[in-house]
């Protein structure tokens, strides 16, 4: 089941010292393109990218191929690089995900670097893009049902139940934040101090599966950010955005991240 709404956005670009950060804080109010009234009279953009930093970039599907227009998230670190979703379609003749993000990866030994595909959850909007990335050389997708997130990230295997994958130079906390699905799973990069929340944390209206196990891990990630255990967050993201406007084909100010849980 997929949400009809998503998300409205906060506050964004919180200032935040931490040790373990990068001290970039580029602008995340994006001017993403709102879409067309008639998409056939307008030419065609199936995804937008906007760098966040060298090795972060964020990935928009259209409004125009999809109504859901979700965002991807690529982290590059030094031995891989690690995307978040595969959107909401799959001929990559309409939605050429896999060939972009093949461009945005640097070579390595003759060879693009190592990626590894993961997945907020497995609602349909972002893992259809799937298919375009198995069986590519060096791209490893791992599984959306929720026996293969449990085989690969062994959350359980962690005193504090969150994982850890190292990029090269950049550890990604993975943390199972189940609720509005129950193979949900929020990233928290530490270079960057950015929480990409999937359809974890929206401040829109929202399908929730298991109310109990939301606030449960809400609860969970807002105790990790009190304690220390992670550095301190510069802004959390979403994989949707509601815009409150008509599509007028035009670019707007609609922001990208919300403030920390
Ligand atoms: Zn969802």
């Known amino acids: ?9 906060l506050s964004a670009g919180l200032a935040v010292a931490g040790t373990a950060r990068s001290n970039i804080h580029p602008p995340l109010e ?3 393109n709102e879409g067309a009234a008639d998409c056939k009279a307008v030419p065609p953009w199936p995804l937008e990218v906007h760098p966040v930093d060298a090795g972060t970039y ?44 093949m461009e945005l990866l640097p070579d390595s030994g003759g060879a693009k670097l190592p990626l590894l595909v ?29 026996d293969s997130v449990r085989a690969y990230y062994r959350f359980a295997d962690h005193a504090d139940g969150i994982a850890q994958i190292d990029l090269g130079g950049r550890i990604v906390d993975a943390i199972p934040t189940p609720g509005h ?23 829109g209206r929202l399908l929730i599966d298991d109310t109990a196990a939301d606030i449960a891990s809400a609860r969970k990630v807002a105790d990790s950010s ?36």
């Open 1 to 9: 089941m997929r949400p009809s709404l998503f998300a409205a956005l």
């Open 30 to 32: 994006v001017p993403w």
């Open 58 to 101: 964020i990935l928009r599907e259209s409004l125009c191929s999809t109504f859901e227009a979700p965002f991807m998230y690529l982290l590059i670190g030094s031995n891989r690089a690690m995307l978040i979703d595969t959107g909401d379609v799959a001929d990559p003749g309409q939605m050429p995900l896999a060939q972009k993000v």
């Open 118 to 146: 993961v997945h907020s959850h497995r609602h349909l909007d972002h893992r259809a893009g799937d298919p375009q990335f198995i069986g590519r050389p060096g791209v490893e997708v791992v599984g959306y049902d929720i």
């Open 181 to 203: 699905n129950e193979t949900e799973v929020s990233f928290y990069d530490r270079n960057t101090a950015l929480f990409f929340s999937g359809d974890f944390l929206l401040p």
């Open 226 to 261: 009190r304690t220390g255990r992670s550095p301190p967050c510069w802004a959390a993201i979403s994989s949707s955005i509601r815009q409150a406007r008509p599509s007028t084909g035009a670019r707007n100010s609609i922001r990208t991240s919300m403030a920390c849980p």
